[in-house]
């Protein structure tokens, strides 16, 4: 089925750096989602945009939904251990469906 | 937001037999997703299930091999049948959130077939 692209794939950065991943697609979205998904867990979900150039916050992480409705953006600042995981962008238009990127790893070392 | 759960957490089964996840909420939901993510993969919706319908299938996957039920607005269950080593993945129910186009997941299965 359709994915979206999403970068990078993994990411290895250091305690305290700031972390920027993005979602792109192919076709327009009227909703952004962000998760993050632990090992052995289900994906949590972290954040949710629903207005095109929307930018919203939840703690550390901030995310953006593109002007251009194709593209979704994330950003986590100043990462600590437990952000480690793997963080998926999701969207959809028009119905319950969420189509679900790619996926990118985060690690971080202390 | 609703608390999802979901059994068993994790199985080991041998190809050709079936084996049937349950999932169950704590509060009553019209509609629920379940999803399959094979190993080191993203999510792939495989069907909507909605209580007193018959489930909604993706491309790609059928009746026949992941039938589903909906007895009632807190339980679903998805058996995957005849299973194959293919078949081993996590498995994870979910449901629509209050607002906008959100979906919140459970735990998931783990599903390992030998």
């Known amino acids: 089925g359709q994915q979206l692209n999403q970068s990078p794939q993994s990411m290895f950065i250091q305690e305290g750096e700031d972390v920027s991943m993005n979602c792109t697609s192919s076709?327009?979205?009227?909703?952004w989602l962000w998760y993050k998904q632990d090992p052995g867990e289900g994906p949590v979900l972290l954040i949710a945009?629903?207005?095109?150039?929307e930018l919203t916050s939840n703690g550390r992480l901030t995310a953006q939904f593109g002007i251009t409705r194709k593209d979704s953006f994330l950003n986590i600042s100043a990462s600590i251990p437990s952000d480690v995981g793997i963080y998926f962008c999701?969207?959809?238009?028009?119905?319950?469906?969420?189509?679900f990127g790619t996926g990118t790893r985060l690690q971080v070392f202390p | 937001s609703a608390v999802i759960s979901q059994k068993p957490s994790r199985d080991i089964c041998q190809r050709g037999t079936s084996l049937t996840i349950q999932c169950q909420v704590d509060?009553?939901?019209?509609?629920m997703f379940w999803y399959r993510q094979q190993p080191g993969q993203s999510l792939t919706l495989i069907a909507t299930?909605?209580?007193?319908?018959?489930?909604?299938?993706e491309s790609g996957f059928v009746i026949d091999k992941f039938p589903i039920s909906r007895p009632n607005l807190t339980f679903s269950t998805l058996t995957v049948s005849n299973m194959s080593p293919e078949d081993s993945s996590i498995y994870l129910c979910?449901?629509?959130?209050?607002?906008?186009?959100?979906?919140?997941f459970g735990p998931g299965t783990r599903l390992t077939v030998l």
């Open positions: 076709s327009i979205f009227n909703t």
């Open positions: 945009l629903y207005k095109a150039g």
């Open positions: 979910s449901l629509p959130g209050l607002a906008g186009n959100e979906q919140f």
């Open positions: 509060s009553q939901v019209t509609m």
């Open positions: 299930a909605n209580q007193g319908s018959e489930a909604t299938y």
């Open positions: 999701a969207g959809s238009y028009n119905t319950d469906k969420l189509i």
